[in-house]
């Protein structure tokens, strides 16, 4: 049986530079989890604002702290995890079916995130009690 995907950090490629470091990824690369079909970023977050509180049904996401620092909390209906995102060489695997919330989020930071699918309104759950029934028995 495929073991199931669960959240976690993955190290992305970075070359050093005297004049400054650069990471990059693509599709090809051994440990991606899946195709980047989109990217999106959140920058100029006001302090102690909070950001995402949905769930996807079927989008994959990498979430990236491009700039500053930022905490991902997911929850998968039983156990919360909780990620400080302060590194721009790593991403966090965030597979469907995750309660996430973006909150901590450090003055002039930027969260990029790459996606599997285009942005649909249908690939999201907005409610909490509705995500929680699709994780009913
Ligand atoms: P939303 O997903 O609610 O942001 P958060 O990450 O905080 O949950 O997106 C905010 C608005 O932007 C919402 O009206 C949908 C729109 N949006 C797009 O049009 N395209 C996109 O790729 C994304 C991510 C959001």
Redesign the pocket.
């Known amino acids: 049986m495929k073991t199931p995907d669960i959240p976690r950090l993955i190290e992305l490629p970075r070359i050093y530079d005297p004049r400054g470091n650069l990471t990059f990824v693509q599709n090809d690369d051994d440990f991606m989890p899946f195709k980047i079909e ?1 990217a ?1 970023w ?1 920058y100029d977050v006001p302090a102690g604002a ?5 769930a996807h049904i079927e989008a994959l996401s990498l979430i990236i702290a491009a700039g500053g620092s930022f905490n991902v909390n997911l929850f998968d209906g039983v156990k919360w995890w909780k990620f400080t995102l302060n590194r721009p060489f790593e991403a966090l695997f965030v597979p469907p079916g995750y309660w ?1 919330t ?1 909150d901590n989020f450090s003055s002039g930071s930027v ?1 990029l ?1 790459l ?1 599997s699918l ?2 649909s ?1 249908d690939d ?1 759950i ?1 409610d909490f009690d509705a995500f929680m029934r699709t994780k009913a028995v």
């Open positions: 989109r999106y959140i909070e950001r995402g509180s949905h996430r973006l969260c995130s996606t285009p942005y309104e999201y907005r």
